[in-house]
């Protein structure tokens, strides 16, 4: 079992798993001229942006929650601030001062032209023929739309976009914008096994281990002697006059059934080159015969437990041999 380092024994991974558990099952970002996007429910567990959203991020690289995209907000590319608006601008001298009409036309005789010049006593007449338009789709349809720029005269159907910070008053461009991805996270089902394992297995080990005066890391790395740094579930170290390291992983059955031997070929290999005191391999709820024999073989202790108290007392009984 692999995990970023100290995800697992967090205790505010466990207040937002709770959170999610308990029915709040996603995690939605609220839009913030400040922030761009802010997680409220994250916050009052970590703090205000951008805590929240590398805390979720966090959390989505440990495997614990899944991500779909939410939205994608512009930012300046000066300041990075979110507010920002976008502004539709003269293609010629590039003011945004610009005048956008609907198009009409006069569907039987084929007239052309802005909605103003349509337009007389409020009614919809056509200008060339003089027949009043009053049936949509039949008499007129609408053919888009035209603009006209107020700064420089000149008219167009498709405007120039620009984007203008309100922070630094910095104009910009689509190819000149940043962009920041805000996720809506959930839950991963398939990490509660490994997050319920945590909590009501390691947790108590871990607490027994330090009351036996033991430094406790989990997970703990250790040096081993061809360069290489190991990684173990737990490891646990003792000063003082009787110096001592301890490696611990666990290993729990998919199917309920007996653990395989993999996991003990795997726990020697990095036992070995670490040197370390005393190698556990914690299998629950049993290991197969196999892999009891290879532990024998290769000086493991193996402890078959379902249960925290019972993996306790029978790792108590093998350390006091």
């Known amino acids: ?3 970023e380092k100290g995800v697992y024994g967090d205790s505010r991974v466990q207040a937002l798993v709770s959170k999610l558990m308990s029915g709040d099952v996603h995690v939605q970002p609220i839009f913030d001229l400040r922030f761009g996007f802010r997680y409220q429910d994250v916050e009052i567990i970590v703090g205000e942006p951008p805590s929240d959203s590398e805390f979720l991020e966090r959390l989505h690289r440990a495997g614990i ?11 300046c590319p000066s300041c990075g601030s979110a507010n920002v608006s976008t502004r539709y601008c003269c293609p010629i001298c590039k003011s945004f001062i610009i005048k956008r009409s609907s198009l009409i036309e006069h569907v039987k005789c084929g007239y052309m032209d802005v909605e103003e010049k349509f337009r007389l006593g409020g009614r919809l007449v056509c200008p060339k023929c003089h027949v009043k338009l009053t049936r949509p789709d039949v008499d007129y349809r609408r053919a888009g739309v035209w603009c006209t720029c107020k700064s420089c005269g000149k008219s167009f159907d498709i405007p120039a976009t620009q984007h203008f910070c309100r922070e630094c008053r910095q104009v910009f461009t689509f ?14 089902i398939e990490a509660l096994k490994d997050l319920t394992l945590y909590w009501t297995m390691f947790k108590p080990i871990r607490d027994y281990l330090e009351s036996r005066g033991f ?8 040096q081993g002697k061809s360069g290489v740094k190991h990684m173990f579930d737990i490891a646990a170290y003792h000063e003082g006059a009787h110096k001592k390291v301890i490696a611990i992983n666990i290993s729990a059955s998919t199917d309920n059934d007996a653990v395989q031997d993999q996991p003990v070929i795997e726990m020697f290999a990095k036992a070995f080159d670490s040197q370390v005191d005393s190698a556990f391999l914690i299998a629950i709820p049993k290991i197969s015969e196999t892999g009891r024999k290879l532990a024998c073989l290769y000086k493991i202790n193996v402890v078959e437990a379902k249960k925290p108290e019972e993996a306790i007392t029978k790792m108590e009984e093998q350390m006091l041999r």
């Open 1 to 3: 079992m692999e995990w």
């Open 65 to 75: 929650l899944k991500r779909e995209l939410y939205d994608i907000v512009v930012c």
């Open 175 to 188: 190819e000149e914008a940043d962009f920041k991805e805000a996720y809506v996270y959930s839950l991963n």
């Open 215 to 222: 430094k406790v890391e989990s997970p703990g790395f250790l």
